[in-house]
């Protein structure tokens, strides 16, 4: 599932960078491919971190803990479950950093215009 987003990441980001190589950074519609980036961060991070919560829950289920551990050395064990969440702030980055390119987009329509 990780390779999935990632490579249609990967794809966005190429067809991002394409109209910013040929010296047109706010050519219309890199703002729209800056928000689908943002979007497929946010939901494809949200799956990944679910499948791989569930994965290790699964891993943690299917061993036998009782038989692994000696009952006189130790009396209890407990699990604590972390999510790394970082996908959340990037994608409000990138989501921020549309507005941006939008606003960009705009001042060089208006300046294509006056010309």
């Not at 010296?23 to 939901?43: C, D, N, Q, Y």
């Amino acid at each position: 599932m990780t390779v999935i987003v990632v490579v249609y990441a990967i794809r966005l980001i190429r067809k991002l960078l394409e109209p910013m190589k040929e010296g047109r950074p706010f050519h219309t519609g890199i703002s729209a491919m800056i928000k689908r980036l943002a979007w497929v961060t946010l939901i494809g991070g949200a799956v990944v971190r679910v499948c791989q919560t569930a994965a290790e829950i699964a891993e943690i289920k299917a061993c036998e803990f009782t038989m692994l551990f000696n009952e006189n050395v130790f009396t209890e064990y407990s699990f604590h479950y972390m999510i790394d969440l970082n996908f959340i702030v990037t994608a409000c980055v990138l989501l921020f950093l549309s507005c941006v390119f939008r606003y960009g987009e705009e001042l060089q329509r208006e300046s294509d215009e006056t010309l």
